[in-house]
């Protein structure tokens, strides 16, 4: 499961850890464009805090082991 929590121009993304994992990667993208790969995360880290982000847009969100 994937769990976000807002703020201003700034979301944290907070996943489950996946037995097995060697790494996560996280993309972003927003209606319209293309996806953007923000991160390769090791296995042991399970929370991302993207930042810059335009309040009031609808971004979404994709973690990948």
């Known amino acids: 499961s ?3 929590e807002p703020g201003d121009a700034r979301i944290l993304l907070t996943w489950q850890i ?3 994992a060697k790494e996560y990667r996280i993309r972003r993208w927003t209606e319209g464009t293309d996806t953007i790969q923000l991160q390769s995360q090791t296995s042991s880290v399970n929370q991302l805090e993207d930042t810059g982000l335009e309040n ?3 971004y979404f969100y994709q973690v990948l082991s």
Do not use: M, P, Q, S
């Open 56 to 58: 009031g847009v609808t």
């Open 18 to 20: 996946c037995k097995g």
């Open 2 to 4: 994937l769990e976000l």
